[in-house]
């Protein structure tokens, strides 16, 4: 039987006097699924995010992690079970690999706690999966921008949650990295069963990579599916405010860009 892994219940979030950036969000997220956002700038997908993250409290709504309110619960248990890999980290942070990997493990380490014994077991694993094992002496700061965020993910991962927040992490990774991060991913998500809620800027990759797919527009979600339930010609108009011809490459719908909606257009 299917669990829920990541519940949000009517989340509002804005600033006084505004228009709300995200007014009555609703998600439910399957424990094992991956789940991609998708929507122009200023949507409100990131924000959603950071709520479900717990780094950003709603206006009114709730979030629920596994059945249990994440308002009431400690922010140790949290770490325990989910955690968020953010766009950007600290680039001059001058300390090992293995030493910002050994972080992921303090919400498994009681006070008086080192990370030792079978938590460098743990640590050990996270760089192995990511493929840092030859890096984790080096600094943070000697390391490529792919590198890093590896590094990064591999911190996350030594914490074993079960669910995994990532607000567009291949945004500022060449095509070759973003592949390698986002197949990493894919085999996180498949062979650790670990739940994947991810804020997508190319709507591509979401198609290839995602289980399903939620498209926000102005703060609120305006469709829901599958990758070929969603990407149809007249959600690109709807959505993102442009026309679009949608290919399908082996069951993924690929889409290309042929002008703003009501403008001019190619014709090829």
Not at 24 to 37: H, M, R
Not at 54 to 61: A, D, E, I, T
Not at 97 to 110: F, S, W
Request: charged share 20%.
């Amino acid at each position: 039987m299917t669990t829920t892994a990541l519940q949000a219940n009517k989340l509002k979030y804005g600033y006084r006097a505004k228009t709300p950036i995200v007014d009555g969000f609703n998600l439910d997220v399957a424990s094992g699924e991956w789940l991609g956002i998708v929507g122009p700038n200023g949507s409100g997908k990131s924000t959603v995010l950071r709520m479900l993250a717990r780094l950003s409290s709603p206006q009114q709504g709730t979030v629920s992690l596994k059945g249990r309110n994440l308002a009431g619960m400690s922010s140790k248990a949290v770490a325990q079970q989910m955690t968020m890999l953010t766009q950007t980290q600290e680039s001059s942070l001058d300390i090992s690999v293995r030493d910002l990997v050994r972080r992921g493990r303090n919400p498994h380490l009681k006070w008086y706690e080192e990370c030792r014994g079978s938590h460098e077991e743990v640590v050990d694993w996270a760089l192995k999966v990511t493929s840092m094992s030859q890096l984790q002496h080096r600094s943070l700061i000697e390391l490529s921008g792919g590198e890093r965020q590896r590094a990064w993910l591999a911190m996350c991962l030594a914490q074993k949650p079960g669910v995994l927040l990532l607000d567009e992490p291949t945004t500022y990774l060449d095509i070759a990295h973003q592949l390698e991060l986002m197949e990493l991913i894919r085999l996180l998500n498949r062979e650790q069963g670990i739940t994947v809620v991810m804020v997508l800027h190319d709507l591509n990759q979401a198609a290839r990579y995602c289980d399903r797919i939620v498209a926000m527009k102005q703060g609120n979600v305006v469709r829901e599916g599958t990758p070929s339930e969603v990407f149809q010609a007249d959600f690109f108009r709807e959505v993102f405010g442009i026309e679009a011809k949608v290919h399908n490459d082996g069951g993924v719908p690929v889409y290309l860009p042929c002008g703003v909606a009501g403008g001019s257009r190619s014709t090829n």
